[in-house]
């Protein structure tokens, strides 16, 4: 087998490997690049492979780095089955309609601004038409079950604890009488995460491709993230203000809902109303709603219903949320977009954070150059919506709210392989995280690689 990393090699997004088996071409994911312009802008090049030639798409879950130029492939010709469990395809289909959103957004801004200066005008990456094109191509398979895709193929997906529905794949692969077993962990979720199940521990593998996001930090205890929440809770309602909390849709709000709920059940937060105001994550909510098989054991047995409770208001429309920002009542408030790039949150700055009373919290990773890095960085003016805005409101962080295994749970996912594999590729990770991951791997006697993005490999 031949494979091309064209993403997520040295860098966290784009998740994207070219597989060639004989005459047969499949990716693992199809996704985003993200971040930093030097980065993003490759979304506009051309694949590094023909989509018309494509006959599979193995994604592991529904994030748009690993997930977001599916409807770009179909706009080429892409014309496979992409295969992946029930709760991804459902996550998909709303993450991608956004994503779709945006691109036909920020290519009608940067097309004024091109206009202005007598430049030709961009096409979005792909449209909602491209998405809905897509859809009907995406194929449902179950956790820990074993499909056979075609003669040389046979593929069995297994719980990344990650994101609703996120899986790590076993790709079982035949060639020339031999087959050989390469597993992909996708993103790995911490263990002991409310909501979803652990990371599954993988027995045995020929060839693994490790992911190494957090390949060089540890996280706090999750234990003491709802105490942090509750404190900053206490301090802001002290001072009669909003706690305002930039959040992702999928998974990072269920578990701030999860976790308000279970602080409210054990009468340790006051009756106070938490407003969930991002249509997207009231629509990821509903999936998780449907899936809740996939909830652990904790969450089936205390809560039927974990996003469901007393104060908890959804607020989809416009106009519930511009009463919001009207609103001088002291409450909590979910809103996206987590880097704050675009979304209501923007709205809620502008109402809200030049207001001492007020908090805003972050509970998720801050890209470099996005806006909410630069409030957590201390930026006291920032400029946004075409005005400027004082930062008064008091800013603060939770570090336990990553959906990311940091090094120590890598390692110990490594370690579930009974037999070394022969080799493990580093992926999905800042340089600096993945020869972090790599040298302690190492030290465990693992044989480990870091590639190149768009290096080509025989194995
Ligand atoms: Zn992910
Ligand atoms: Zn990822």
Redesign the pocket.
Known sequence: MKIKFCG?AKI??G?CYLLTIGSTQALVDC?MFQGRKEITKLNYEPFQFDPKKIKYVFLT?A?I??SGLIPKLKKYGFNGKIFTTPATADLCKIMLEDSAHIQEIDTERENRRRNRKGESPREPIYTQDDVKAVLPQFRKVHYDKTYKIDENIKVRYRDAGHILGSAIIELYISEKNKTKKYVFS??LGQWDAPIIKDPTLIKTADYVFI?S?YGDRLHEKIGSRDQLLKKYVQKTFKKNGKLIIPSFAIERTQELLYAFNKLIKSGELPNEKIYLDSPLAIKATEIFKKHSELFDQETMNKYRNPFSFKNLVYTPTAQDSMKLNASKEKSIIIAGSGMCTGGRIRHHFKHGIWDKKNTVLFVGYQAEGTLGRRILEGEKNIRMMGQEVVVRANIEKINSFSAHADYKELIKWAEGFENKPKKIFIM?GEERAAISLKDKLEKKGFNCYIPELNENIKI
Do not use: N
């Open positions: 997520a966290v997004t998740s996704g879950h994030h780095d690993h996708g993103d992911e996001t999905h």
